[in-house]
């Protein structure tokens, strides 16, 4: 269904308004395109004088939480909560709006705006730390923007200002000018894609002295009723960052991931052997993304060449070791939910809720377990394909003898017919040799 609200508010303050925000049943929100746009042309172009903005700001910062947030959450807390648009400036009264348009705190997946009980269904100890100390931080720093609406607000604001601004670099003439960190209306509400059809672009005003305008420009030729998505620049997250930025996580960020670090005590396995055994394994169907995670994990100690003291045998002792001390520390909370874990996932999908907290946090749970399942059976398929080497060679040496009056069957046809070829190839000699003597007589 397409949103009225969206749709006016779209007509009267941008300018270039070729979108709609629709949301299908049991889908996601985002955005549509509304009419035919050519590659390079924009679908939107919102004011620069409407974007929620500040100086971006490189300093560190605990828990994640910069001086930019702050500042923009701050602005939109204030004019979420403004009662009527009576003082309010063009770009106020838009902002006072546009807040209607976002998702309220409760029906947010990031988990900023989750509490520590809901967190720990991800089974996550690193994250639910890093959480509650920026939970605690946001709400001491945005307490008093927060107050008229309430402390979950104040953790609302930060989820909408981490995970839907942009950041333009500083205008080309203003060499003294910093970055800026931009919140902007209307194009916020673009979702991701690997493969998107639109990018950003900031349009520098005349002189290049500042913006004037931000524009969703097409990347190729776009039909009316195609999502309109954009790449939210994600490649190098694992899971866990894009989780907690975004509230989402996509297949391709558990190429990311990595398992604990294997003790110094574990002999370190072999890389070469062990890029053979996950080739192998991606031949019959294993994920791309969860196997190069785990050769990434698994190779970060492991030798570049065999070596002088290198065997099968030491081989498939090392995997084993690592297979032990890999299951060992497998979080059994992870291994105890994967059939209920798949089941609910399966549910949320055929209700259409696949856009839910409940749904982003097992997608995200049930990727931490499969990352340790796949590692469990790239180690056991590497332990059987290494393991026992000598039997191996020797049971090829008996398959080989089994064969062996066979193979001296086909050897003695071989040879016979090699004969036979000679023979005639001697015959034919001869008789050309009679031939150019008898014309030589003539």
Partial sequence: MASASFHALCEAEALVCAASLFTPPGGERGLVVGTRVPKGEPLLAVPWELVLRADASDVQSAADVLPHHLAVASELLRLTSASSDAGLSRRERLWRAWSLQLPRPHDLTHPAALSAEALRAAHDDALLRAMASRRERV?????????PLGEAWAHWAYAMVSSRPFLFARPSAAPHARAQFAFVPFIDMTNHASEPNCEVRGVEAD??????????????DLRPGEAATISYDVEELSSRDLYSTFGFVTDESHRNDRLPTPPKTLTPLNSTALNSTTHRLLHLGASPAFIGA????????????????????????????????????FPQELATHSIDDDAALHELEAMGRASTATYSMLRYRIGRRRL???????????????????????????????????????????????????????????????????????
Wanted: charged share 25%.
């Fill in 294 to 329: 785990v050769r990434a994990s698994l190779s970060s100690t492991s030798h570049t060449e065999a070596g002088r003291g290198w065997s099968c045998e030491a081989e498939a002792a090392a995997a084993s070791a690592h297979f032990d001390w890999l299951k060992a520390e």
């Fill in 139 to 147: 709400a001491a720093l945005l307490a008093e923007p927060a107050r």
């Fill in 372 to 442: 340790w399942e796949v590692a469990l059976q790239v180690l056991q398929e590497h332990i059987e394909s290494h393991n026992d080497c000598s039997n191996e060679a020797g049971r090829l040496g008996s398959h080989l003898r089994a064969y062996l009056p066979y193979l001296a069957v086909l050897f003695a046809f071989a040879a016979g017919v090699s004969h036979l070829r000679s023979v005639e190839r001697e015959g034919r000699k001869a008789s050309m040799k009679r031939k150019m003597q008898a014309r030589i007589k003539k």
């Fill in 207 to 220: 002189g290049g002295e500042g913006y004037q305008a931000v524009e969703l420009v097409a990347l190729r």
